[in-house]
């Protein structure tokens, strides 16, 4: 089974920008679905973005589309998250997950592996 391992996060102030990367091991992340999800306090855990593997079609949900891009690094077998123009709303633990290429990756169903979560704090 794939091991995840998150790494990144912090404290920005609004409109600044983060980058989360996601380690993995024991498996190769450019031939997965690859994505990331967010869950706010009080909040369900939430489809962020998607990738389906190196160079694939991404999916991004409307929340964050056009301020955050995923990609691949096929030759440090990791996935990142470059966030721009945050917000408050965006402060949440960030979790990497892998699921089959077969998969889109939108839904929490279509994952099999979990990191253990980043946390990403935005102030005003």
């Known amino acids: 089974q794939v091991q995840l391992v998150e790494s990144g996060g912090g404290l920005v102030q609004a409109g600044g920008s983060l980058s989360l990367s996601c380690a993995a091991s024991?498996?190769?992340?450019?031939?997965?679905?690859m994505g990331w999800f967010r869950q706010a306090p009080g909040k369900e855990r939430e489809f962020v973005a998607s990738?389906?593997?190196?160079?694939?079609?991404?999916y991004f949900a409307d929340s964050v589309k056009g301020r955050f891009d995923i990609s691949i690094d096929g030759a440090k077998n990791t996935v990142r998250l470059q966030m721009n123009r945050l917000q408050p709303g965006d402060t949440a633990v960030y979790y990497c997950?892998?699921?089959?290429?077969?998969?889109?990756?939108?839904?929490?169903?279509?994952?099999?592996?979990w990191g253990q979560g980043a946390e990403v704090t935005v102030t005003v």
């Open positions: 997950a892998q699921a089959s290429i077969l998969r889109l990756g939108r839904s929490r169903n279509d994952y099999t592996s």
């Open positions: 024991g498996g190769t992340v450019s031939v997965y679905t």
């Open positions: 990738i389906r593997g190196a160079g694939g079609r991404t």
